[in-house]
């Protein structure tokens, strides 16, 4: 069946991002290719460094020369080479300086530029997936939030950070070998023997992360989602008093990434101080080897304690390079969790501009032998071979138990799912074909429990037409009072300014569901769907919300799910589900003389 191909469908995808990120150099290859606005910056950024890392190789070999000037008998020799020196040395100063500002300059911007547009893409990508993405437990919003703060800030650590400190340890770690190799390239082989040791111990000390899995998920994102579910629940918790419980929980998702990271520091700390004492070593390789070769080869003093300096630094600088590289496989992981993100293509993509947009649209709805379930659940059949018609500028309620399809023949028409089989038609055109965000404005929606945003109840209401940036007030004011929510608002402290908090925590329940209805009636849908809009209301506020409620259905398409049969009454039209399908319809005094499953259903809730 259709349904079944979808798993693999998805598989193969992910599959397939797997294979791409896994190639070598791939995800530096892509960053880069995100980078390409700052190639500039980067271009200079990396000229500079490596200006940088030459000159303190030079500035090593100037020391060594100043050292002998204090040998030479002649005084006026002495101050000439002083001054010659002291000029060469506040030279370097201001080019370091220079070097210095224009690289840190160039590669933070590029960085920070980086990270924003990872951001921007990766959240960009979320918006774009069909609602199932968001239905797996992968990609709950917790999830997705922590990823979308803790992945984007570390990608730049695999093109910025390290090829700012890749220049350095080049030009500075070449120039310095150069130099050795040309003045003693005997004393220079055996001093290069402890430029491995350097190189893995700055890798070792330079590790500052280990990998721990949590339910396939890493620690960090398996706490963050942890700790949102529990703080947007507080109430719940505290209710039932299972604080110690998730304190206890947090803790065990943490103890096993400590357990590694206690392990790691122990081999950090080892490798610390190996290289802090490896400099103790050259220095004893150094001058033995070197009496040496002044007593056998005619290796010059001079000459010693160059090649001397020269190593010492290319050693020091490795060092230095690994220590400070951020945590390559931290950033890996980030750029892959990105990634996966940024290169997965949506189902249904709710940014795609393509699609008909017909000038007019009158409003009936059919659904033709539609299958479906929902790609979490595929071994449940939620909709089998569903028929059903909504005519204009009526109002079709559906019934039925909890379970027979009636959400999600509104989701269905939504698109936030795309049916298995069959067909959904809008005014005779397949509701695929037409362009989404198109087909979701011609439709006003207010569902059992509203979300409203953090913000004023203005701009909670502007949300309702995409279309416009500025909405006239008047506007707002007329829906609100067929909402009958104006009245009330007038009597805020703020009227339509005050902020409606957090889910609408500020407003109760039936004002939040009338300011719903406002912000879904300032779009002027065509068609209206409500999702048991007054269920969790008390009878006072159901009243109110129900009055404002008939007064939106007139002249419009309205498809209305309701538990509460006295609310849907006055329909035009009532079709009954049962098990995906359509049982019986029509009106309420033909399906109560029928005597059926409707009539069954009207004497429990009696």
Known sequence: SQSGANVPAKQLQENEINKRLKRPFYLEKELLRLQKPETTWLVIGTIAQFINGMIFPAQALVFTEIYTIFAT???????RKSLDFMGILIGMSVLIVITTLLCNYSFSLSGARLTRRVRVRMFESMLRQEIAFHDAEDNKSSILSTKLAASAPFCRGLTVDKMSLFAQGISGCGLSIIIAFVLSWKLAFVMTV???????????????TTTSKVNGRSAIEEGGRLTT?????????????????????????FNAKFKKTLCLIHLQAFFYAVSNSILFFIQATAFGFGYWLIKNDGLSTTNLYKVYASMTFSSMVLGRIYAQLPDQSKARSSAKAAFRIMERKSKIDSLDESGLRPAHVVGDIRFINVHFNYPQRPALKILRGLNLDVHNNQTNALVGASG???STTIALLLRFYDIDAGSITLDGVDIRELNIQWLRKQI???????TLFNCSIKENIEYGDCERENVQMHEIVDVCVQSNIHAKIETLPYRYDT??????????GGEKQRVAIARALLRRPKILLLDEATSALDTQSEQVVQEALDNAQK??????IAHRLSTIQ?????????????????????????????????????
């Open 555 to 560: 002249g419009r398409t309205c498809i209305v």
């Open 444 to 450: 006003g929606l207010v569902s059992q429990e509203p």
């Open 404 to 406: 027979c399809g009636k």
């Open 194 to 208: 402890f430029v491995p040791i350097v190189f893995f111990s700055g890798v070792i000390t330079g590790r500052s």
């Open 499 to 508: 902020v409606a908090g957090t889910r609408g925590g500020q407003l109760s």
């Open 73 to 79: 008998p002649d005084y006026a020799t002495q101050e």
């Open 229 to 253: 579910e529990v703080i947007e629940n507080m109430k719940s918790v505290v209710s039932l008093g299972r604080e110690r419980y998730f304190l206890d929980l947090f803790s065990r998702i």
């Open 570 to 606: 006055n329909a035009h039209k009532i079709s009954v589900f049962k098990e995906g399908q359509l049982l019986e319809e029509g009106t309420h005094h033909q399906l109560m003389a029928q005597k059926s499953f409707y009539y069954q259903l009207q004497s429990t809730h009696n």
